[in-house]
């Protein structure tokens, strides 16, 4: 057979009939294999068909199936929506994409979309139904989980303090928020404003800069893959802070434009009250916002450096770091705080400097980003006091120590004359009390450092063994009745620390066992390795000590009840020691021993150039610190 097209022929092949049973088997295989549920029922809804989908899809075989009726595929109270459908296929109608609930072998219920066709014998009698089942719980899923995205994010929207637009690359308005049409006075109900253009014409004559306000608009339509972000002035004194971005998704296909209105008017009001607060305040007190200018300045920073137009200026106006305080880091309020040295009228002043962040409320583009507050103290009239302070303490250090370092001595020599009864008793006791006030006058002077925090400890390589040899002699000729043992390691690592403040700890930790254990009794010295470094624990025969008191015999002034009774102290001592162990990088702990007495220990850590081969010594564990 020949076809002709534009003057020629071509022939087209011949259609080769197919044989009427084939074409059976082929429809029969289709259906065979399809994903979705296909079977045939008659019109009083028995099912006469089912294919391997509709088995999957309700877990019934075939000949578990056939010959019922259909309703068996469905909870009992759609059955007499099945016979409504059965009514419109005999009617001769189609049913197209119906969704409803049909329940599986198992019992399980679950969404399909049916499609119902009615069948027609050769003479267009309706003789039956075909219907096709898809399982939908998957799609309905998914189409409620984005209506539960959708639903949050407007809930969302709904909850900001700021005023939302969304606008689809055609300039549709798809979404605003109740806020919006509240800060721009529009009525609830405007469906008319249906376009960007709409708002726009609606807004303008509220806008203080209209031509400004259009602009940007304008040029953001045709750069539609930039963000914005201005500050618009409207004519009733209010200002809003406007911020733009596109809505992108995959490589960067645009879906068009979200808009963001933050009304900023109250933050004027709380610069104007930010002003009032550094107005008050006696230091100098400069604001600077996120880019480090000076926005603010109260009259006491006017009066002193006028000309200071940011903190740079600011800092190069104060001069370097005093030398004492150069590895100080700024901490506001702290007297650690870095100190300059600034003239003024021709005299020189001590300047302590602080910086406090705060959010800076002004126009965007600041707008809600971090700032900071910088006071400038003068300290120089405090530097004179505290000089004056330390020099009176180095006086009376000095007065105090000469009478009782000349005391205790005298007291020494008198005994060698053949002192007899009552009067060696009385120096032996002269002695012993000059001695306890030297003990009291030290600690009263590391006291009055740490409450100044003057409170200065060497970083120095320091050997345990020699001082505890040391301490333990000394309280050897001060109480003789009382046996040491001392348990010392050949080689102790060498530990960081202070050497006069060490000898200073151990003594008041020996002297405690002392004065709290039994004239007979022992102090048991043990130092050795540990965890932290080098560890030194003090155990003596005393009444111990309670749990609960462990940790706060070392505060100032405190005196357990159980032993306040037994001797006289000033609660000064282990305050002190405690003060020094942490400020060499130590510390120092107390415990009750089982049985009787009381443990008390230090740590150390190790000197960062101590020789690899020096790690001699007992492990020992000390508790930790509660």
């Given at each position: 057979?020949?076809?002709?097209?534009?003057?020629?022929?071509?022939?087209?092949?011949?259609?080769?009939?197919?044989?009427?049973?084939?074409?059976?088997?082929?429809?029969?295989?289709?259906?065979?294999?399809?994903?979705?549920?296909?079977?045939?029922?008659?019109?009083?809804?028995?099912?006469?068909?089912?294919?391997?989908?509709?088995?999957?899809?309700?877990?019934?075989?075939?000949?578990?199936?056939?010959?019922?009726?259909?309703?068996?595929?469905?909870?009992?109270?759609?059955?007499?929506?099945?016979?409504?459908?059965?009514?419109?296929?005999?009617?001769?109608?189609?049913?197209?994409?119906?969704?409803?609930?049909?329940?599986?072998?198992?019992?399980?219920?679950?969404?399909?979309?049916?499609?119902?066709?009615?069948?027609?014998?050769?003479?267009?009698?309706?003789?039956?139904?075909?219907?096709?089942?898809?399982?939908?719980?998957?799609?309905?899923?998914?189409?409620?989980?984005?209506?539960?995205?959708?639903?949050?994010?407007?809930?969302?929207?709904?909850?900001?303090?700021?005023?939302?637009?969304?606008?689809?690359?055609?300039?549709?308005?798809?979404?605003?928020?109740?806020?919006?049409?509240?800060?721009?006075?529009?009525?609830?109900?405007?469906?008319?404003?249906?376009?960007?253009?709409?708002?726009?014409?609606?807004?303008?004559?509220?806008?203080?800069?209209s031509d400004a306000f259009v602009a940007r608009v304008q040029h953001?339509?045709?750069?539609?893959?930039?963000?914005?972000?201005?500050?618009?002035?409207?004519?009733?004194?209010?200002?809003?802070?406007?911020?733009?971005?596109?809505?992108?998704?995959?490589?960067?296909?645009?879906?068009?434009?979200?808009?963001?209105?933050?009304?900023?008017?109250?933050?004027?009001?709380?610069?104007?009250?930010?002003?009032?607060?550094?107005?008050?305040?006696?230091?100098?007190?400069?604001?600077?916002?996120?880019?480090?200018?000076?926005?603010?300045?109260?009259?006491?920073?006017?009066?002193?450096?006028?000309?200071?137009?940011?903190?740079?200026?600011?800092?190069?106006?104060?001069?370097?770091?005093?030398?004492?305080?150069?590895?100080?880091?700024?901490?506001?309020?702290?007297?650690?705080?870095?100190?300059?040295?600034?003239?003024?009228?021709?005299?020189?002043?001590?300047?302590?400097?602080?910086?406090?962040?705060?959010?800076?409320?002004?126009?965007?583009?600041?707008?809600?980003?971090?700032?900071?507050?910088?006071?400038?103290?003068?300290?120089?009239?405090?530097?004179?006091?505290?000089?004056?302070?330390?020099?009176?303490?180095?006086?009376?250090?000095?007065?105090?120590?000469?009478?009782?370092?000349?005391?205790?001595?005298?007291?020494?020599?008198?005994?060698?004359?053949?002192?007899?009864?009552?009067?060696?008793?009385?120096?032996?006791?002269?002695?012993?009390?000059?001695?306890?006030?030297?003990?009291?006058?030290?600690?009263?002077?590391?006291?009055?450092?740490?409450?100044?925090?003057?409170?200065?400890?060497?970083?120095?390589?320091?050997?345990?063994?020699?001082?505890?040899?040391?301490?333990?002699?000394?309280?050897?000729?001060?109480?003789?009745?009382?046996?040491?043992?001392?348990?010392?390691?050949?080689?102790?690592?060498?530990?960081?620390?202070?050497?006069?403040?060490?000898?200073?700890?151990?003594?008041?930790?020996?002297?405690?066992?002392?004065?709290?254990?039994?004239?007979?009794?022992?102090?048991?010295?043990?130092?050795?390795?540990?965890?932290?470094?080098?560890?030194?624990?003090?155990?003596?025969?005393?009444?111990?000590?309670?749990?609960?008191?462990?940790?706060?015999?070392?505060?100032?002034?405190?005196?357990?009840?159980?032993?306040?009774?037994?001797?006289?102290?000033?609660?000064?001592?282990?305050?002190?020691s405690r003060r020094l162990a942490e400020a060499m990088g130590g510390?120092?702990?107390?415990?009750?021993?089982?049985?009787?007495?009381?443990?008390?220990?230090?740590?150390?850590?190790?000197?960062?150039?101590?020789?690899?081969?020096?790690?001699?010594?007992?492990?020992?564990?000390?508790?930790?610190?509660?």
């Amino acid at each position: 057979m020949a076809t002709r097209i534009g003057g020629t022929e071509k022939e087209t092949p011949a259609r080769v009939p197919v044989p009427h049973d084939q074409h059976h088997r082929f429809l029969a295989a289709i259906i065979q294999s399809a994903e979705d549920a296909i079977f045939a029922k008659t019109l009083d809804g028995r099912i006469l068909s089912w294919n391997a989908g509709a088995e999957r899809m309700y877990g019934y075989a075939p000949e578990e199936i056939v010959g019922s009726e259909v309703t068996r595929l469905a909870p009992r109270d759609r059955h007499p929506e099945i016979a409504q459908l059965l009514a419109r296929i005999r009617r001769g109608e189609r049913v197209e994409h119906h969704e409803t609930i049909r329940v599986r072998r198992s019992g399980e219920q679950f969404p399909v979309s049916l499609a119902i066709s009615p069948v027609r014998d050769e003479g267009g009698t309706i003789i039956g139904a075909s219907t096709i089942a898809r399982d939908i719980t998957e799609q309905q899923r998914l189409i409620e989980a984005v209506s539960f995205q959708n639903s949050l994010l407007v809930a969302q929207a709904e909850s900001l303090i700021d005023g939302i637009l969304v606008v689809d690359p055609t300039g549709r308005v798809t979404f605003r928020n109740r806020r919006y049409t509240e800060m721009w006075g529009l009525p609830g109900d405007a469906d008319d404003l249906e376009t960007q253009d709409d708002l726009l014409a609606r807004v303008l004559p509220d806008v203080v800069d209209s031509d400004a306000f259009v602009a940007r608009v304008q040029h953001l339509r045709t750069h539609p893959l930039e963000a914005s972000r201005d500050t618009i002035r409207l004519s009733d004194g209010r200002v809003f802070d406007r911020y733009s971005a596109p809505v992108l998704g995959a490589e960067k296909r645009y879906y068009g434009r979200v808009w963001y209105f933050r009304d900023v008017t109250s933050e004027d009001i709380r610069m104007a009250q930010l002003r009032a607060v550094i107005a008050a305040v006696d230091d100098a007190a400069f604001v600077v916002g996120p880019n480090r200018d000076v926005i603010l300045r109260n009259p006491a920073a006017e009066r002193l450096l006028p000309d200071v137009a940011s903190e740079a200026d600011l800092l190069a106006a104060l001069g370097p770091v005093q030398p004492s305080d150069a590895g100080a880091e700024p901490a506001p309020g702290d007297a650690h705080a870095p100190e300059h040295v600034l003239v003024v009228d021709g005299e020189s002043r001590h300047m302590r400097l602080s910086r406090h962040p705060i959010d800076i409320a002004v126009d965007a583009p600041t707008a809600g980003r971090e700032g900071s507050v910088i006071l400038l103290k003068d300290v120089t009239e405090l530097r004179d006091i505290q000089a004056s302070r330390e020099a009176f303490i180095g006086v009376l250090s000095h007065e105090l120590r000469t009478p009782i370092t000349t005391i205790f001595g005298a007291a020494k020599m008198l005994q060698r004359f053949r002192a007899t009864g009552q009067r060696k008793e009385l120096l032996i006791d002269i002695e012993a009390e000059s001695d306890r006030l030297y003990r009291l006058v030290e600690d009263l002077l590391v006291l009055t450092r740490i409450e100044r925090e003057s409170l200065s400890v060497a970083d120095e390589p320091v050997l345990v063994g020699p001082i505890v040899q040391r301490v333990v002699a000394a309280e050897r000729g001060r109480v003789p009745d009382v046996q040491f043992e001392i348990d010392l390691p050949p080689a102790l690592p060498i530990v960081r620390g202070d050497d006069t403040y060490l000898e200073q700890i151990l003594r008041n930790l020996v002297g405690n066992a002392v004065k709290y254990g039994p004239r007979d009794g022992a102090v048991r010295i043990i130092a050795g390795r540990s965890p932290g470094g080098v560890a030194v624990r003090v155990l003596d025969d005393g009444p111990g000590i309670k749990p609960r008191d462990a940790d706060r015999v070392f505060d100032l002034l405190y005196r357990a009840p159980a032993t306040a009774a037994q001797a006289s102290g000033s609660g000064i001592g282990l305050f002190v020691s405690r003060r020094l162990a942490e400020a060499m990088g130590g510390r120092i702990w107390a415990r009750p021993r089982e049985g009787r007495g009381a443990e008390f220990g230090l740590e150390l850590p190790l000197y960062e150039t101590a020789a690899p081969g020096s790690e001699a010594g007992l492990a020992m564990e000390p508790p930790a610190t509660r």
